[in-house]
């Protein structure tokens, strides 16, 4: 079993810029596909972006270009680098981690069996 803690959330303005860190620990592989996903109040669960084990990546339409996925595989961290925040971004971000389908590059959060708590995110205009 594999144990996903979110920091790093917190209050910005717009235009402003935040980092999301998510510790792994316990039964940890690295041979894994992980992601970030983000639900505000009455909306749906979405997928803000993938990386699978081939390291690969991929980014819903609406934060291609100011955010970006990587992880420390030394530190069993993956980080989100969130750039020129709207409001729209606003939420609680999740994330996620998936030990089967680790080549599946899909913002779809089917397969992914751990994950963290969330951190909440708010972006003012």
């Known amino acids: 079993q594999v144990q996903l803690v979110e920091s790093g959330g917190g209050s910005v303005q717009a235009g402003g810029s935040l980092r999301l860190s998510c510790a792994a620990s316990g039964s940890t592989t690295s041979n894994v596909r992980m992601a970030w996903f983000r639900q505000a109040p009455g909306k749906e669960r979405e997928g803000v972006a993938v990386?699978?084990?081939?390291?690969?990546?991929k980014y819903a339409d609406s934060v291609r270009g100011r955010f970006t996925i990587s992880k420390d595989a030394a530190k069993k961290t993956l980080y989100l680098q969130m750039n020129r925040l709207q409001p729209e971004d606003t939420g609680m971000y999740y994330c996620a981690a998936d030990s089967s389908s680790v080549y599946w590059l899909d913002l779809s959060p089917a397969g992914f069996g751990d994950w963290g708590q969330g951190t909440q995110v708010t972006v003012s205009s």
């Open positions: 990386r699978d084990a081939y390291t690969r990546t």
